[in-house]
């Protein structure tokens, strides 16, 4: 089972340097490298897997990040979010020194897991937990980078119970008078563009707010931006952020779904994005500034649409970036030059040096 996880994890970090671009990281993406220092046999305990639609995700990025931390010396342990968890984490003979979790989804994604690993005194790689439920709610998160200075589309947040009362095709049709169209709807919390819809005609709207309902009881309709879709992933390293280079998406239809995004082979991925170089570090900036606004700390990712005047608009931001073998972040980290073992044990020695106080804090 080793040599197969280490065989696929070569050829997809090979994949990744064959389909990113082959233009060298912008200067500021690049300075700071992280140098990992090997552990002194400190345990990592990644948690993944959770009962959230995002289940597959969170146990394929969780069991890539146990490869590559073993690989670079940490003893790790991988545990699913079940009822043996509590016992798992308060016993003297399993307690880690450090816990990564890496659900995606609610519970993973909405400050829950973080609550009670604080609750626990165990330190964990990621944002707190009042942070990861700002960023959570789209439409909360968009509201605080607006105040930061960023741009997002103009969008509304109506809940399901909304259609009911006011009667579908009424809402629908003030909707489409109000914002115009294209628009885009999605969950309010979610993510893996679970239930997201690209809306270009009116008579469309009624399937993409079933579609959306599906995976929540709240929408959010927004403006859809024509431009170029660029992620920007940010980690905390012994103090400094380290932001990595942006990676541009393009994909077959133009909409990143979540079949676009775990299929490997129709989406392309350019790193850096393909933008002049003041654009570039418009978004690297703009990356950077809904990091430290939203509160969140040790590894984010936030995703922008470029429009067409070069304004990265903010569409989200995510405390639990996935790191499958065709996740983002991964790609971004690769193509600027790290190694994954190296960058990912370099994280977690940082978390450790800072020796995080135990308790819940608000």
């Not at 060298?24 to 345990?43: D, L, Y």
């Not at 670079?72 to 798992?88: C, E, I, N, R, T």
């Amino acid at each position: 089972m080793a040599d197969q996880r280490n065989d696929a994890k070569a050829q997809s970090e090979a994949r990744t340097e064959t389909k990113a671009a082959a233009r060298n990281p912008s200067p500021e993406s690049k300075g700071n490298r992280p140098q990992a220092s090997v552990p002194e046999q400190n345990t990592v305990l990644v948690i993944c897997g959770g009962l959230s639609h995002e289940r597959d995700i969170s146990l394929s990025s969780g069991h890539r990040v146990e490869g590559f931390l073993e690989d670079a010396g940490w003893q790790v342990a991988v545990h699913d979010m079940d009822s043996d968890l509590l016992d798992y984490l308060s016993s003297v003979d399993t307690r880690p020194d450090l816990v990564w979790p890496l659900l995606h989804g609610a519970n993973g994604e909405d400050g829950s897991i973080r609550d009670v690993l604080e609750m626990a005194g165990l330190p964990y790689i990621g944002s707190r937990a009042k942070a990861s439920r700002t960023a959570w709610s789209k439409p909360i998160a968009k509201n605080v980078v607006r105040k930061a200075g960023l741009t997002t589309p103009h969008s509304v947040t109506l809940p399901e119970s909304m259609f009911r009362e006011l009667g579908v095709g009424k809402v629908i049709d003030l909707l489409v008078s109000a914002l115009g169209l294209p628009l885009f709807v999605k969950p309010t919390m979610g993510g893996s563009a679970l239930g997201c819809s690209l809306v270009t005609a009116a008579d469309q709207l009624p399937q993409a707010m079933v579609s959306c309902f599906a995976y929540g009881s709240v929408a959010l309709v927004e403006q859809a931006v024509e431009g170029t879709e660029v992620s920007v992933s940010v980690l905390d390293i012994d103090g400094t952020p380290t932001i990595l280079p942006p990676l541009e998406i393009e994909t077959p239809n133009g909409i990143y779904d979540y079949e676009a995004r775990y299929t490997p082979g129709p989406t392309e991925y350019y790193v850096p994005a393909r933008l002049d170089s003041d654009t570039l570090h418009a978004v690297e900036q703009a990356a950077l500034t809904a990091h430290k606004a939203l509160g969140l700390r040790d590894i984010s990712r936030t995703d922008f649409i470029v429009d067409r005047e070069g304004n990265p608009q903010f569409l989200e931001s995510n405390v639990t970036p996935g790191m499958t073998d065709t996740s983002l972040l991964p790609q971004s980290a690769v193509a600027a030059g790290f190694k994954l073992s190296k960058l990912y044990s370099s994280l977690a020695t940082s978390v450790l040096a800072q020796h995080r106080e135990a308790g819940p804090r608000h």
